[in-house]
Nanobody, 122 residues
Framework: QVDLVESGGGSVEPGGSLTLSCAAP??????MGWFRQTPGKEREGVAH???????WYADSVKGRFTVSRDSAKKFVFLQMTRLKPEDTGTYYC??????????????????WGQGTQVTVSS
């Protein structure tokens, strides 16, 4: 079991930016996914980055969100720009010990962070 620790999140006005971070595991092969959830809805995949540097973004965030990893491979980041009210939700990082391809599903990830709230409102 690998514990994930997230940080970041908060409240911003529409058009603003936030960066979330999640401590990266010391694994050779993994995929770090970012998900978000709002009340009454299922957890949806937002983006992923795996240890082969393959990335994917949901259409709703493409061009606005960027997932990256620091050079020391200690953290995976989700940089969110031009935020919209519909981006509001609880954001989670999640881990699977294999590479990812394309759209991600919550059921495919075994380890989760505690979640962090992102609120976009004027």
């Amino acid at each position: 079991q690998v514990d994930l620790v997230e940080s970041g999140g908060g409240s911003v006005e529409p058009g603003g930016s936030l960066t979330l971070s999640c401590a990266a595991p010391e694994l050779f092969r993994y995929c770090m996914g970012w998900f978000r959830q709002t009340p009454g809805k299922e957890r949806e995949g937002v983006a992923h980055l795996d240890s082969a540097y393959t990335s994917w973004y949901a259409d709703s965030v493409k061009g606005r969100f960027t997932v990256s990893r620091d050079s020391a491979k200690k953290f995976v980041f989700l940089q969110m720009t031009r935020l919209k009210p519909e981006d509001t939700g609880t954001y989670y990082c999640a881990l699977r010990e294999s590479w990812c391809a394309g759209e991600i599903r919550a059921a495919d990830f075994s380890t989760w962070g505690q979640g962090t709230q992102v609120t976009v409102s004027s």
